[in-house]
């Protein structure tokens, strides 16, 4: 199957976002749901990439077996059916959808590192690595993706802000909290419905992820901190979980 280059751009994307969280551990599955929401990407855009990194041999998934996939992810599916629904391809996006996690391969790592020693050149699934350019350092500036006619070059600055060594001992101080002695995790658990436990958890797992990585972003924390702060705050317990909202806002990014 022949892929644009929109897929094969977004594909490129995913892969980086996805060796970077894996940390180049072939072994180290990530949810997609984390890659979608850092990349901004819509769910059927995120199933086109993936596609195309699953026929490739660059990445390998695990699909949601009948009738047992998590809040979550219904929900990826639901609204990528809904969008594939308006562009008419439903019954493919079906398929594509079911994905939870993936893993990079090793071929995906010989792939993506093709693509960084030849930037101007495309790959068998890559459209040029520097058909857009990224930049790390301050705020963002731009999110900005164009795809044009092959050979085209879209230059696209993002800058992100890093995050401070004593916020991500803060973060840190917050996780050792969320499931240390106090057991807050267990009573959230029991005290929330199933569909805000299980988001509660995936912004868990992106503090986790951001606290562990050599280059933390400071926006991605704010997104989850905000995020973990309103869930909690949803749960009958209250006043008893005012330690982990005192360590939750001493994340200061």
Known sequence: MAYDARNRADALRVIRELNERAQSDTGQYVDLWQIKRNLGLTSERLAGAVDVLEAGGLV???RRQSGSSTS???RIRDAGVRAAEESGSRKSFKV??????VKITEAG???????????YASTKHFVPYSSVVFNVAGSVHSSAFQ???PGAQQHVELRFENVASGDVRRIQEFL???SGVAHHALSLARELESDDFAELQAEVQTLQAQASSPRPKADTVRISRSAIEKIVARAPGGVSYAPLLERLRQIRV
Request: charged share 30%; net charge negative; aromatic share 6%.
């Open 96 to 101: 594509t959808s079911a994905r939870e996690v």
């Open 176 to 178: 050792n909290e969320y």
């Open 147 to 149: 795809f044009a006619s």
């Open 60 to 62: 390998e998934s695990v």
């Open 72 to 74: 979550i992810h219904a």
């Open 109 to 119: 790592l010989r792939e993506l590192l093709e693509a960084e020693k030849t930037p």
